[in-house]
């Protein structure tokens, strides 16, 4: 495998119109550790000095995402890729990797014109571990990444040949399906550890960039306890119980302060890239996952 590729979702930064909102909800809700410094809402929820990076805004989306590689060199090797397929790479100053709190990293937009930044040398904070503020076990995290984002792209093979290609990622699988429109929709599935996917995208007009973020916990308790939790704090759902088809994970959907989706899941399982092989499913959940109506 090429060593410049990126190894994990490292973080992902939001712009929201309700900081305090997504402060509670953080915290009550999902189980994370919350936290303002200035003018942004921080979420940890792994030894990671932070996974989550808020700041407010009106759009209600992502702002940026952040995908780790493993040295330095590999992050030089891949940036000069970049540069060599024509997308204008930014190496970002000494300042702005202290405030994202990793030892060097490189910005560019994607071929949707998505914030990306690629970034080596996390800050670790091993000496205060994560303890969850809700009665959890915690989350399937550490060097898996924080979990997965599914986004909307406006080209979808140009999207799989920057991912694939040029950042080093491998296809897990794919989902053609029916729309509600009644038009055909493919989504991509990629993976760049053993994480059954880290980023999935499809093609298609939507108002918002992000359609959902997912955290993996490491009980199915964690699940239930926090889908109750769900109906007595009146948070809506937009998606039911239910178990994925690819990844197999059980899991149900929330809507965020923001009007965007999180999949909170445990049970997916893993790619061993030696012996995994692609499918094309047919639908995206063998049970559950009923959608929801829901105005946001």
Known sequence: MNEAA???LGYLGLTVKDLDAWEEFGRDVLGLQAWCDG??????????????????????????VGWQVATEEALEQLATRLEKAGYPVQRCSREQAEARQVEALVCLRDPS??????????RINAREPFHSPRAISGFEAGGLGLGHIVIAVDDLQRSLDFYLDLLGMRTSDLIEFTMRTGNQAKLAFLHCNPRHHSLAFMQAPTPKRLLHFMLQVRSIDDVGSTLELCSDRSVPLAATLGRH???????????????????YGWGARN??????????????????HKRQAHHS
Not at 113 to 122: L, N, Q, R, S, V
Not at 245 to 263: A, C, K, Q, W
Request: proline fraction near 3%; charged fraction near 25%.
């Open 6 to 8: 990126v190894t994990q």
């Open 245 to 263: 088809s690819n990844d197999r994970m059980v899991s149900f959907y929330m809507l965020s302060p923001s009007g965007f989706e999180i999949e």
């Open 271 to 288: 790619v061993d890239d030696a012996t995994w092989q692609v499918e094309t499913h047919r639908s995206s959940s063998i049970w559950g």
């Open 113 to 122: 014109g998505i914030a990306t930044e690629i970034y080596y040398g996390p």
């Open 39 to 64: 003018d942004t809402l921080y979420m940890r929820m792994d030894e990671h000095q932070y996974r989550f990076a808020l700041k407010a805004g009106t759009e209600d989306d992502l702002a940026h």
